[in-house]
């Protein structure tokens, strides 16, 4: 069992920044890939960026390559999200998603993730 808990999003003028986190229990985190996902009103669950298991690997959706930045500290069992250059079509809740398969390799997938935090609300204002 993970459980992920997410935390860092709020309200941020267009071009500003926000860091997410994601911290994960369980003694396996170093070993599975993690994901972040934003949903917004009315729309579908879509990939924002993904990491593999040990770090070497990383995808963006190509609307956030170039702003957005996935890394994990797996020391502390925690992925993060920089968020820089946001724009108000960014606004959505985002999720923290685990691909827990030993050594799991990155993925864009949705339904390749196991688990999933609860979401933090970000809201980027004009």
């Known amino acids: 069992q993970v459980q992920l808990l997410e935390s860092g999003g709020g309200l941020v003028q267009a071009g500003g920044s926000l860091r997410l986190s994601c911290a994960a229990s369980?003694?396996?985190?170093?070993?599975?890939?993690m994901g972040w996902f934003l949903q917004a009103p009315g729309k579908e669950r879509e990939f924002v960026a993904s990491i593999s298991w040990g770090g070497c690997t990383t995808y963006y959706a190509d609307s956030v390559k170039g702003r957005f930045t996935i890394s994990r500290d797996n020391a502390k069992n925690t992925v993060y999200l920089q968020m820089n250059s946001l724009k108000p079509e960014d606004t959505a809740v985002y999720y923290c998603?685990?691909?827990?398969?030993?050594?799991?390799?990155?993925?864009?997938?949705?339904?390749?993730?196991?688990?999933w935090g609860q979401g933090t609300q970000v809201t980027v204002s004009s």
């Open positions: 998603a685990a691909r827990a398969t030993w050594r799991s390799s990155a993925s864009v997938v949705v339904h390749e993730y196991n688990y």
């Open positions: 369980g003694r396996t985190f170093s070993s599975y890939a």
